[in-house]
């Protein structure tokens, strides 16, 4: 038995073994906001987008509570990047995640971070052409495969896929439903645009449309799994929810009968104050049971879940130990900071060993795969090294990167039956 001040070392030697390998270790990023740069103006970057993160805005809200939030709204990007700048990272320490990610960009791309103004950044980035700094932006982050989140319903998102065009292999397709299914009916108008002859009424006929519209979408996408954030109250079975109906009817068919996987995103109150836009949604603890019968009821359905409300992660690993076709992903939004992932990391290696996906960027701006990933890797290799060191026997480099290639490097449709 190894005494506690090998223990130290041993722990401390295990960590500088683990990242440096992990450092090595191309990221699969399986959940971003970000786009296929052929795919023009959808893809976000740049100081200004950075500094313009929803993230932020809520933050610089909080330090400007006498702001009007609908007169910054209405400022030209470059004013509200100053403002943010200025009363977060000038007038204040940036030591939140949001901001501290944003200094971690500007530093690894050589940017100075202590300046009082974005002249320099924006010259940079100026300069950059999106082809070249994606290339950049990869190396950086060590993330060669890259999820998007895309909905053929929003009208500039669909004149890409109208027009077509060429696809960079590092950046692959998701579906997402929130637009078609949520708040129903708030999508027909959109699915009858398309040409699907889908109507307020949740009968046959409607089913059988919106199926079509998932399986035309799933194949001219080449999609690797659906998608749907879903607020805390959502339940299964509930026999008068529209969006339980729905995915009762049109989403798991075609999950069952082509294997593609669900990933639902569970409990997030969507717009708890509205005036902040896209920073206004929160969080609630959403029920776990619902999961499980989902699971119980759909063995042949991979369901990737995600939850929002820090109770719920613990919950959802002993779900995940009960069924197989659950696999937990990332340490979503809210939970995107070092005290929970590191919480949830060790929870999840506790009760799951290495059969989850630890992380996934959500990143809505190119440049946030720098960050988002570094802070990452940072805490989930350190969780990592402290469980070998609790193991008696040596950890070979080899092992290591086996394992670390496990968890960063597989995507979730390919980790069906893992
Ligand atoms: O539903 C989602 O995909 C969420 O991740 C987003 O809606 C959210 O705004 C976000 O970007 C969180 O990180
Ligand atoms: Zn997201």
Redesign the pocket.
């Given at each position: 038995m190894t005494d506690i001040t090998d223990r130290h070392t041993n722990v401390s030697d295990l960590t500088q073994r683990v990242q440096r390998l992990l450092a090595d270790i191309p990221i699969t990023d399986v959940?971003?906001?970000t786009f296929d740069p052929a795919m023009g103006s959808l893809l976000l970057w740049g100081i200004d987008e950075l500094l313009t993160y929803h993230y932020l805005v809520a933050e610089v809200s909080r330090a400007r509570p006498d702001m009007d939030i609908a007169a910054f709204f209405g400022m030209p990007k470059s004013d509200q990047a100053d403002l943010i700048w200025n009363e977060l990272f000038v007038k204040r320490s940036p030591v939140s995640e949001a901001c501290r990610g944003v200094i971690t960009v500007m530093d690894r791309l050589g940017l100075n971070t202590a300046t009082d103004n974005l002249a320099e950044a924006r010259d940079y980035f100026r300069n950059q052409n999106i082809g070249d700094y994606v290339n950049t932006v990869c190396r950086l982050s060590k993330v060669n495969d890259i999820t998007m989140?895309n909905d053929p319903l929003d009208p500039e998102e669909y004149v890409c896929w109208e027009q077509g065009f060429d696809r960079d292999p590092r950046f692959h397709a998701a579906l997402r439903l929130d637009s078609a299914l949520m708040q129903w009916p708030a999508g027909v108008p959109r699915l009858q645009q398309l040409g699907y002859r889908v109507t307020n009424h949740l009968d046959d006929a409607t089913f059988g449309e919106i199926r079509r519209y998932l399986m035309d979408w799933r194949r001219r996408l080449d999609a690797r799994y659906m998608a749907i954030?879903l607020p805390p109250t959502f339940r299964y079975p509930q026999a008068d929810a529209c969006i339980t109906t729905l995915i009762r009817e049109t989403v798991l068919p075609v999950a069952q009968d082509t294997g593609l996987p669900l990933a639902m995103?569970i409990g997030v109150k969507k717009l708890t104050n509205p005036a902040l836009q896209l920073a206004g949604d929160s969080v609630g603890k959403a029920e776990i049971e619902t999961v499980e019968r989902l699971a119980l009821d759909y063995p042949g359905v991979r369901f990737a879940i995600t939850m929002l409300s820090r109770e719920n992660m613990h919950e959802l690993c002993i779900a995940a130990r009960k069924f197989a076709n659950i696999l937990p992903f990332g340490c979503?939004?809210f939970l995107n900071n070092p005290s929970l992932i590191r919480e949830i990391t060790a929870m999840r290696l506790e009760t799951l060993g290495l059969s989850f996906i630890p992380q996934h960027s959500?990143a809505?701006v190119l440049d946030q795969l720098i960050y988002k990933w570094e802070h990452s890797r940072d805490i989930i290799g350190t969780v990592l090294a402290e469980k070998y060191a609790l193991l008696p026997h040596a950890i070979d480099d080899k092992t290591i990167q086996r394992d670390l290639h496990h968890l960063f490097g597989t995507p979730i449709a390919a980790t069906a039956g893992q």
């Open positions: 959940h971003t906001h989140t954030s995103m979503w939004w959500d809505r």
